[in-house]
């Protein structure tokens, strides 16, 4: 398997891989780095060159997101698809799943003790980070990005590229915007039109922008 990154969050990636997985056969990508080592922790190859990737992906073409940023993951995930690999998801053991009427899509990145529980839907490439909680009913878009600690409450909306920030919380039954972000520690308590930036208690727009980067 390939994790697409070798810094910063492809390192948590590697806690919630199958132990299998890292005895054997897995190598991480990352092509603008300057001066990085050949070998993550000395142990696992970092491939610098998208034909290595593709040279790879002939005998497992399995490949994981390791990264963050809504546009930056769906641009790799594009990029790598198109050397011939197969987006696949990471879900943590520690992670809460419901058992009944959840929708996972590919690429998905799920940490450690999170919660997704039931009646969700989770978008193609979407990251939830450690400790956050998506609740019952929840529909989350592509290529969304929960930070650890936030709360996504029950019946809630988030449309795609969306990112919710570290310990915020997003009261039930409201819709979240294409592209909106939500700042640290903000609470919202109403609809969020897209490209909007919320920060606060309660949560006010500071910033309107266009929904798509």
């Given at each position: 398997m390939l994790v697409v990154g070798?810094?910063?969050?492809?390192?948590?990636?590697?806690?919630c891989l199958p132990p299998t997985l890292t005895t054997a056969g897995l190598c991480f990508f990352d092509d603008v780095t300057p001066n990085l080592e050949s070998h993550l922790f000395g142990r696992f190859p970092?491939?610098?060159h998208v034909d290595q990737a593709a040279e790879l992906f002939r005998r497992d073409p399995a490949f994981v997101l390791g990264l963050g940023g809504s546009y930056?993951?769906?641009?790799?995930?594009?990029?790598f698809r198109g050397l011939g690999g197969q987006l696949t998801s990471v879900v943590a053991t520690t992670a809460q799943m419901?058992?009944?009427?959840?929708?996972?899509?590919a690429g998905l990145n799920v940490m450690h003790n999170t919660l997704v529980s039931n009646a969700t839907q989770l978008g193609e490439?979407?990251?939830?980070?450690?400790?956050?909680?998506i609740h019952h009913n929840?529909?989350?878009?592509?290529?969304?990005?929960?930070?650890?600690?936030?709360?996504?409450?029950?019946?809630?909306?988030?449309?795609?590229?969306?990112?919710?920030?570290?310990?915020?919380?997003?009261?039930?039954?409201?819709?979240?915007?294409?592209?909106?972000?939500?700042?640290?520690?903000?609470?919202?308590?109403?609809?969020?039109?897209?490209?909007?930036t919320?920060?606060?208690v309660p949560g006010r727009i500071v910033r309107l922008a266009a929904a798509v980067e």
């Amino acid at each position: 398997m390939l994790v697409v990154g070798a810094r910063g969050h492809a390192i948590e990636v590697l806690e919630c891989l199958p132990p299998t997985l890292t005895t054997a056969g897995l190598c991480f990508f990352d092509d603008v780095t300057p001066n990085l080592e050949s070998h993550l922790f000395g142990r696992f190859p970092i491939l610098r060159h998208v034909d290595q990737a593709a040279e790879l992906f002939r005998r497992d073409p399995a490949f994981v997101l390791g990264l963050g940023g809504s546009y930056l993951r769906q641009k790799l995930a594009d990029k790598f698809r198109g050397l011939g690999g197969q987006l696949t998801s990471v879900v943590a053991t520690t992670a809460q799943m419901g058992c009944f009427e959840v929708e996972l899509e590919a690429g998905l990145n799920v940490m450690h003790n999170t919660l997704v529980s039931n009646a969700t839907q989770l978008g193609e490439g979407t990251l939830i980070n450690a400790g956050a909680a998506i609740h019952h009913n929840v529909v989350v878009g592509r290529y969304c990005e929960v930070s650890p600690g936030a709360r996504v409450l029950g019946g809630s909306r988030l449309a795609d590229y969306v990112l919710v920030g570290a310990n915020a919380t997003i009261l039930p039954r409201l819709t979240i915007g294409e592209g909106a972000r939500i700042g640290a520690g903000a609470v919202v308590i109403q609809d969020v039109p897209a490209g909007a930036t919320i920060v606060g208690v309660p949560g006010r727009i500071v910033r309107l922008a266009a929904a798509v980067e």
